[in-house]
């Protein structure tokens, strides 16, 4: 092992935050402050691990330096195919570099890197960044609490944003195999989300819960193998660790101990080592006791340890492509390099060797890398192919004397797929091939206008700048002469009066007919105009006007505007869906698209392809259903099948435009802007739910966060405002089930909603508190909305949360209640006691029985002392009943 520090390498004696080797190994970026902006800098790697070249002056050391951020540099991250450097910083900005094939002049530009994209959308400092194993996605995290990934293909499009962590999120990390993606926050958790849909897999806390303060960066990062998660900043008997989660069932008992100070980053060597005959991998550990130690998960204890590497925090590490050196960087604004021999820490497996492992543990290997147009390698698989062709190129073109007699076929109108950033027009019909000459009553001659559209090859011939070799080159020389031929017609006499509207209407002739008939006008079906006139007459009618459909008077709730900012992109299972809205271009109106794409694949070829007549506004999909609505107020199912998705059920009509979809299981429940929920039982293509009106239960700007059938089949609304309804069938009436701005709840010191039929408990000593505070109508108002709650699980039948309120209840009412108050709730649960006969009592409610329920009752009464002989009392009365039934059932 060797140890080395460039003094050379630095930035003027400023931080290095940053620092990252380049899959060839030529090269290594570090990122951290200026003199006075954000820095980057691309170094030869070769300057530093061999002392030759070091010493030679006419090998650069410094290769290029970029000082375009405004503010510090905190991560720099290579692409993993080596053409992108990524860096983020406290500008809010993500820039991707990439090497230009200009000769680089001046003192710090030995090659010349340019920023080919600039990435906005956080809102606070970019702590951290990680490029996806086939460069397809890059992720980015920052202090706003959020991960963005982007689309990497097409820089700056916004795949998905990541909003689960509550802090300051400070380390992103790719599965090797593309699966997941990882994320470390200063809320002392570690998050795992499925690239497949962009949901959350699991939250890990417990190694995390005594962590105090922070550290500037959180590094996780996975194995090469996929198997573990190496996090940062994690404590274990109030020692710092590196916790090491496993993949199968994220379990989190092993870690890596032994530093003084808080972990600040982790990165695994990239290669999987064999040593001793046991396959392994390698990972650093740096910290902010200034010591950087190196692990093999072969061993218990560390490989070896650096003490007093440098003056100030650890704050990045990389490894080389080839697994021997380690560049480490700090804070103090120094690089230091460690050289490995294989003999130290094992020999790597090959590429191929790699690939088996990946087929036996995932069956699979990592998709392949592959550019190129696939469609330029096909060859003609059999003759006839060959002879069509050849006989397509020998047509002759028709005639020009006569008319064709396809001039039908022309008219088809040609759809042409736009691009989602710009809007097209839609694509012309192909240009007459003549024009006609007449003349006027006083002898002029006139040529009457035709309109010629430019075609997508007259374009490429206009724009010689942007062809490929001098043939398509613009030149007045080389233009080929018009195909257009002139026909005079001396037969027929136009008067000049060309301004008279209204005249020329009336003097319409067989010539003129005959123009009209090749412009797009008479095509076929409705035309653009009159389709949007439909749209604007089925629109929601304003309050000045009469509701087609009685009581509805125009949208309560908002109509959701999708694909403004681009393609939207939704997880259905192993693939995921992507709307475009007006994709197509057609004389009737445009179409959006929907496809299915497989994740984690290098080609972007969809399995599946739809067309909608109107915008997508809401979208529900997992791996069984495809649900979408359009502005026009059409529901759309399709069943998620192999190998291609089929419709579930045909276009339904929905009262007005969706509002919001939601999926579970196989229910499809839709809130419509009329504030109307209907529910569906997609597969039995049946109703549950009928619409049914909420728009009483709507307030001003209020939107709807969850909606849902449960378990007995009623049907449950939340909202925006923190309220919560659930439908009561049998009294026909919305039930207040949460209302977080309940006076009455908040006078009494409820804290916190229920949240949907999960419960949590109401603290006594917290409304002793509130009631000594606020006064004596606290425990009134306490008791009052406690009855509420036990009145709406009574109603509603559910016996969980029953119990749940009624012990809440009765332990306020031991603390504040009276002895009446607790009597009436005891004496319904006792029954009558000197008597067999029980016409009006139940011994149960909602399967409860109401003995057990007293006996837990009244444990919580023998607590207070002053309850002693009312406990007493029904203590005695609920022994003599269970002895009574037992000798009555015969028993002794």
Avoid at 88 to 106: C, E, Q, T
Avoid at 554 to 576: E, H
Avoid at 586 to 596: A, C, F, Q, W
Avoid at 641 to 653: E, F, M
Wanted: aromatic share 6%.
């Amino acid at each position: 092992m060797k140890l080395l520090k460039p003094n050379w390498v630095n930035h003027d004696d400023k931080p290095i935050f940053s620092v990252d080797i380049h899959p060839a190994g030529k090269r290594f970026a570090t990122g951290g402050q200026g003199l006075d902006s954000g820095r980057v800098v691309v170094w030869n790697l070769n300057s530093v691990l061999f002392e030759e070249v070091e010493l030679d002056p006419n090998v650069p050391k410094m290769l290029c330096q970029m000082d375009n951020h405004l503010a510090c540099v905190n991560c720099v991250r290579w692409s993993n195919g080596g053409r992108y450097l990524a860096s983020g910083g406290d500008d809010r900005l993500i820039m991707v570099w990439g090497l230009s094939v200009a000769v680089g002049a001046g003192k710090h530009k030995a090659e010349t890197w340019r920023c080919l994209a600039t990435l906005r959308g956080h809102a606070g400092d970019v702590l951290d960044l990680s490029w996806s194993p086939l460069d397809k996605w890059l992720a980015t995290c920052s202090v706003d609490n959020t991960i963005i990934i982007w689309n990497a293909e097409k820089f700056p499009e916004m795949a998905c944003v990541l909003t689960g962590h509550t802090g300051l999120v400070k380390g992103v990390a790719w599965d090797p195999v593309g699966k997941y993606l990882a994320s470390q926050s200063d809320d002392k958790s570690l998050r795992v989300w499925k690239t497949a849909d962009w949901s959350q897999e699991t939250v890990i806390t417990e190694p995390f819960d005594e962590c105090g303060g922070t550290t500037h960066v959180l590094r996780l990062s996975w194995s090469p193998d996929g198997q573990y998660v190496l996090s940062a900043h994690a404590m274990n008997g109030g020692g710092p660790t590196a916790q090491v989660v496993e993949r199968e069932g994220w379990r989190c008992d092993k870690d890596f101990v032994g530093h003084r100070k808080a972990v600040t980053c982790a990165r695994f060597n990239n290669n999987i080592f064999v040593k001793e005959g046991k396959k392994c991998c390698c990972a650093a550990v740096g910290s902010r006791d200034r010591a950087l130690s190196i692990w093999l998960t072969s061993l218990k204890r560390p490989l070896v340890v650096v003490h007093d590497l440098f003056s100030d925090s650890v704050l990045d590490l990389s490894w080389s492509s080839d697994g021997l050196s380690l560049l480490a960087c700090s804070s103090d604004g120094t690089v230091a390099c460690i050289q490995f021999t294989n003999k130290e820490i094992g020999t790597p497996l090959t590429h191929d060797e790699k690939n088996s492992l990946y087929e036996k543990i995932y069956g699979k290997c990592p998709a392949n890398e592959s550019g190129g147009d696939l469609a330029s390698n096909l060859l003609v698989e059999c003759p006839e192919i060959l002879l069509a062709r050849e006989k397509e190129a020998k047509r002759e073109p028709p005639k020009e004397e006569s008319t064709p007699k396809s001039e039908k076929s022309q008219l088809k109108p040609i759809y042409t797929p736009s691009p989602v950033s710009t809007q097209s027009s839609p694509a012309p019909l192909r240009p007459m091939d003549r024009q006609i000459e007449t003349r006027t009553s006083d002898g002029k001659r006139r040529i009457t206008p035709v309109f010629i559209p430019l075609t997508h090859a007259d374009a490429n011939e206009s724009l010689g700048s942007l062809g490929g070799g001098s043939e398509n080159c613009f030149s007045t020389s080389s233009q080929s002469k018009s195909r257009i031929r002139v026909e005079r017609r001396d037969d027929i006499i136009i008067h000049p009066n060309v301004s008279n509207h209204a005249h020329s209407k009336t003097s319409d002739n067989g010539l003129d007919q005959r123009l009209r008939k090749r412009t797009a006008s008479t095509l076929p079906g409705p035309k653009a105009e009159e389709l949007q006139a439909k749209r604007s007459c089925t629109s929601p009618p304003t309050e000045q006007q009469t509701a087609p459909r009685g009581v509805y008077m125009g949208p309560s709730l908002s109509v959701p505007a999708l694909g403004t900012a681009g393609p939207i992109v939704r997880g259905a299972g192993a693939l995921r869906l992507q709307v475009v809205n007006k994709a197509y271009n057609t004389p009737y109106g445009k179409l959006s698209r929907l496809e299915l794409i497989p994740n984690n694949t290098a080609s972007n070829d969809p399995v599946w392809e739809a067309c909608l007549g109107f915008p997508v506004s809401c979208i529900a999909c997992d791996a069984r259903w495809i649900c979408v609505s359009c502005t026009d107020g059409s529901l759309n199912v399709w069943k998620n099948a192999k190998p291609k998705p089929y419709r579930a059920l045909p276009p339904l009509a929905l009262p007005s435009p969706a509002h919001k979809l939601s999926l579970s299981g196989d229910n499809l429940s839709v809130v419509t802007s009329s504030a109307e929920l209907a529910i569906w039982d997609l597969k039995n293509a049946s109703c549950l739910l009928k619409s049914l009106s909420f728009r009483n239960l709507l307030n001003s700007n209020a939107t709807v966060t969850h909606c849902s059938l449960l378990e007995d089949g009623n049907p449950m609304i939340s909202f925006s405002t923190g309220r919560s309804y659930i439908y009561c069938k049998k009294l026909c009436a919305w039930v207040i089930w949460i209302d977080g701005g309940d006076p009455v709840r908040r006078a009494g010191g409820g804290s916190g909603s229920k949240g949907p039929r999960v419960s949590s408990p109401l603290h006594a000593n917290r409304q002793t508190n509130t009631l000594q505070a606020q006064g004596k109508y606290n425990a009134c108002a306490a008791r009052s909305w406690l009855e509420a709650q036990v009145s709406v699980c009574l109603h509603l039948r559910l016996a969980r949360d029953y119990k749940h309120w009624l012990v809440a209840l009765f332990t306020h009412l031991v603390a504040h209640g009276t002895e009446d108050q607790l009597r009436t709730i005891l004496d319904d649960l006792l029954g009558p006691s000197h008597c067999t006969s029980k016409p009006k009592w139940e011994p149960s409610v909602l399967g409860l029985k109401k003995h057990e329920l007293l006996e837990e009752l009244l444990s919580l009464l023998v607590r207070q002392l002053r309850w002693q002989r009312l406990y007493t009392e029904y203590a005695d009365q609920l022994n003599d009943v269970k002895q009574n039934s037992t000798l009555l059932n015969g028993h002794t």
